[in-house]
């Protein structure tokens, strides 16, 4: 089966298509379509994703992928949440030292945190779904490593290692996102026996 990702980001376009080889997919840039007109106007991660792959659906009328996902930190009541991405306002870079600003002094029993990714798979307009996928760490002091992309290099997985210290197939086995497309899995199987 083919699936559009409704993404403009790569590194979510690459671990997906890694973690699964068995299907096709295309992301929504490679057919020149523009998401920066998309808003996010959910409140949570999986309303977020829905909105996505609905926005990317009803304009392709192909099976559509969408992930919301981001960061949150329990001292900061969950922040910065589902905006992750907007969090400083600037990019990835200037987001993972606001981040690390705001918990300078903060001890390392109380830096926990996890990643969320929300998944939306719309097939038909009659099937659709959304599954939900986390990962527990512990924020690390200063950047470590430099594989992955945004907070990868300062969230540390109980193994020691930050995600930016881990191959992308690595992290993709421990991570939110390949929790998240486990269960995308085995609904797209539910799905597949079905029909
Ligand atoms: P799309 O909306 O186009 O998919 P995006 O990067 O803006 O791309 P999100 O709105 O879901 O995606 O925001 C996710 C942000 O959360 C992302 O930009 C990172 O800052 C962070 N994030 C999510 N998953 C991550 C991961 O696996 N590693 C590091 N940071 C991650």
Redesign the pocket.
């Known amino acids: 089966m083919k699936f559009v990702?409704?993404?403009?980001?790569k590194?979510?376009v690459q671990?997906i298509k890694s973690f699964m080889p068995e299907f096709e997919f295309i992301a929504?840039y490679d057919l020149d379509i523009d998401?920066s007109s998309?808003n996010?106007t959910g409140t949570t991660?999986e309303e977020?994703?829905e909105l996505?792959s609905k926005y990317i659906y009803e304009i392709t009328g192909l099976p559509t992928i969408?992930?919301?996902?981001?960061?949150c930190v329990d001292i900061l009541n969950g922040k910065?949440g589902?905006y992750?991405?907007?969090?400083s306002g600037k990019g990835?870079n200037e987001?993972v030292q606001k981040l690390l600003s705001e918990l300078d002094g903060v001890p390392a029993e109380k830096r926990t945190a996890r990643?969320i990714?929300a998944v939306s798979c719309v097939i038909s307009s009659k099937i659709k779904f959304v599954v939900k996928g986390k990962c527990e760490g512990i924020i690390s002091n200063s950047i470590i490593g430099e594989h992955?992309?945004?907070?990868?290099p300062i969230?540390i997985f109980k193994n020691g290692k930050t995600?930016?210290q881990m191959t992308q197939s690595e992290?993709i086995k421990y991570?939110?996102?390949g929790n998240a497309l486990k269960l995308l899995k085995e609904e797209l199987n539910k799905y597949c026996l079905k029909n």
């Not at 992750?84 to 969090?87: A, C, F, I, L, P």
């Not at 992955?148 to 990868?152: C, Q, R, W």
């Open positions: 990702l409704a993404t403009h980001n590194n979510k671990e929504a998401l998309f996010e991660f977020n994703a996505k969408a992930d919301d996902s981001g960061l910065p589902i992750s991405s907007r969090y990835s987001n990643f990714c992955g992309f945004g907070y990868d969230f995600f930016a992290k991570s939110h996102r």
